[in-house]
Nanobody
Framework: QVRLVESGGGLVQPGGSLRLSCAASGFTFSSNRMAWYRQAPGKERDLVAS????????NYADSVKHRFTISRDNAANTVYLQMDNLKPEDTAVYYC??????????????WGQGTQVTVSS
């Protein structure tokens, strides 16, 4: 089965940094795009960053560009989100996503359980 397991969240002060990891299994990781989303209380789940299968192209939400960096290690089946200069508005549950994964004739998004990031002084 497809599994996406996030780790690395926690409590950090404004201006601090965190590095999130997502360990993937159950599919050909190196053939698929990956993405990070986040959801704050009472808000929609929003795209934070995405990366192509070989890591050659990345995209970021305007709110995080120049602060966050998405990367991947295909040999380790892992995608990362380096978060620097964190702000209180970055507080959310962060989710790893494998978008549009085709398995057994069905194409859908797969999600991890999420990891909490809290930015507070």
């Amino acid at each position: 089965q497809v599994r996406l397991v996030e780790s690395g969240g926690g409590l950090v002060q404004p201006g601090g940094s965190l590095r999130l990891s997502c360990a993937a299994s159950g599919f050909t990781f190196s053939s698929n795009r990956m993405a990070w989303y986040r959801q704050a209380p009472g808000k929609e789940r929003d795209l934070v960053a995405s990366i192509t299968s070989a890591g050659s192209m990345t995209n970021y939400a305007d709110s995080v560009k120049h602060r966050f960096t998405i990367s991947r290690d295909n040999a380790a089946n892992t995608v990362y989100l380096q978060m620097d200069n964190l702000k209180p508005e970055d507080t959310a549950v962060y989710y790893c996503c494998a978008p549009g994964l085709l398995r057994y004739g069905v194409r859908r998004d797969y999600w991890g359980q999420g990891t909490q990031v809290t930015v507070s002084s």
